[in-house]
């Protein structure tokens, strides 16, 4: 399955976790809540100057010069740990861009475990790094 979301403001949370995760603008996928492998491609939006209109006009062009996809862990479901509502996030493995507002074309490889609830932070935080051993 692929599909295009759109990163949008969290809280933070992943990040002070240590694992910064783009959180994304869709909540509605055809795929059952749990943590899959995929593959990712950023699309940050840049802008040009239109001559005639002297507006500013948005165009992608993909972050990263080797044009490759990127690895990554995303999670769709709720946040159990945290008692929150459905969210669907991404961590992208050697990845430090700022991409806020920008699309991300997901491919999703395999699912790799269910949504869990953890006793507290410590313990999602190890989860995280024996989900992130199964990425190449």
């Known amino acids: 399955m692929k599909f295009t979301a759109k990163v949008i403001i969290g809280r933070g949370r992943g990040k002070r976790l240590g694992f910064p995760t783009a959180n994304l603008d869709k909540t509605d ?16 939006a840049l802008f040009r100057q239109d001559i005639k209109s002297r507006r500013r006009v948005e165009y992608s062009k993909r972050c990263g010069a ?16 945290f008692c929150e509502d ?5 961590f ?16 999703i490889i395999r699912k790799i475990r269910e949504v869990k609830k953890f006793a507290n932070a410590e313990e999602l935080k190890k989860q995280i790094k024996k989900d992130l051993e199964k990425l190449n």
């Open 29 to 44: 996928l055809k795929i059952k809540h749990g943590v899959y492998l995929v593959e990712a491609e950023v699309y940050p």
């Open 66 to 81: 080797d044009k490759k996809p990127y690895q990554g862990l995303l999670h769709f479901g709720p946040k159990k740990t």
């Open 86 to 90: 459905v969210s669907l996030e991404l």
């Open 92 to 107: 992208i493995k050697n990845f430090d861009f700022d991409i806020y507002g920008k699309s991300v074309k997901i491919k």
